[in-house]
């Protein structure tokens, strides 16, 4: 069933810092354990944050709060997020610099250095998450009605974003990056050559923003109206 529960409220403290550790490991750690096995590297929104779908042996890595999950059958584990290395040990997975998912990934840096991971910061992000997949899935299910196919909301451990695409149109959500330090939901045509107007507000496309979302009466709503007014106006 597609959550349209979930709200949004402010970030916490360390939100920046904390988004961009969880996108380390990400890359480095989870998405590469799932392509091990699969070839496959997205992700998708898990209670309280990020993780694989299962894979193999019915295994699933998952990240809730400040704490990393392993599932391998009836058996899981856990252990608190300290350093990719400590991670990457955990999971079993080797880490390299180039863990193939993808060309505009952070550094590996020191692999034993802290992850500066704020618990609080991560179930915020975890949160967001989980609404914008509420958000997406609602969307994909209005487009299917109609005739029009969406492809599966994937979590992207390169930019980090939740995101589906229908007809050379992204739309996703993003939980922040260099554009912009805050969450944001997005449209994004493949080529947006001859798009004008106000809603078209992002060199890529079209956002609507963190602040906007919660200054609306109705989260789910104002976020769903952004994504059906983009692809009517994408065509």
Known sequence: MTDTTTSLGPLPDGYAETREALRRLACYVLSPARKAVTGRIGLQPTPGGFGTPLFGEEEQLRVEGAVLHRQQGAAAESAPITSLSAAATFAGVKLVEDPGVGHDIPELGDPDAPLPVSADAALALGAFYRFSDGVLEAFRAELHATGRECSTVQLWPEHFDLGCNIEGVNFGASPGDGYSAE?????????????????????????????????????????????????????
């Open 183 to 235: 969450p944001y939901v997005y449209v994004g045509p493949w080529n947006n050559e001859g798009l004008d107007g106000d809603f078209w507000n992002a060199p890529f496309g079209a956002t609507l923003t963190y602040k906007e979302l919660l200054d609306a009466a109705d989260q789910h709503g104002a976020a769903l109206a952004f994504l059906r007014e983009g692809a009517r106006l994408a065509g």
